[in-house]
């Protein structure tokens, strides 16, 4: 089973379906309202089932915190799905590098935030 997790800043209703669509054969997420704490939804990848969540108002209430799970994705690494969310959005969008483990200092971690001034390694804040 495989996970992508991919923050989009100032996501607006019907984004991120509009997005998905291209990338998945099957999509069930209904999108039109961001006003919940949490939106399920699944799709289908080479015939394959996808889990998807969405946590609108995550790191600070501007991201939205997008989280993918099936054993086939259109995607992968995180880096490689924010690069598509950034193209087609083109709106920024974080993702962690890999590596962060669960007890590691948060203060010293980086994020790769991609908008208009490009790919950057940086501190969340």
């Not at 399920?40 to 790191?59: D, E």
Request: net charge negative; proline share 6%; aromatic share 8%.
């Amino acid at each position: 089973m495989q996970d992508l997790e991919i923050y989009i800043r100032d996501l607006e209703p019907g984004q991120l379906s509009h997005w998905l669509q291209a990338h998945l054969d099957e999509l069930e997420l209904d999108d039109a309202s961001l006003d919940r704490p949490m939106l399920k939804g699944q799709g289908k990848a080479s015939a394959q089932p996808v889990s998807i969540s969405l946590y609108p108002g995550a790191m600070g209430r501007r991201y939205a915190c997008l989280v993918l799970e099936g054993s086939e994705l259109p995607w992968a690494s995180d880096l490689a799905c924010a690069r598509s969310a950034w193209e087609a959005l083109q709106i920024e969008v974080r993702c962690s590098p890999g590596g962060w483990q669960e007890g590691d200092p948060v203060a010293d971690e980086k994020w790769w935030r991609l908008d208009q001034r490009g790919e950057q390694l940086v501190a969340w804040n």
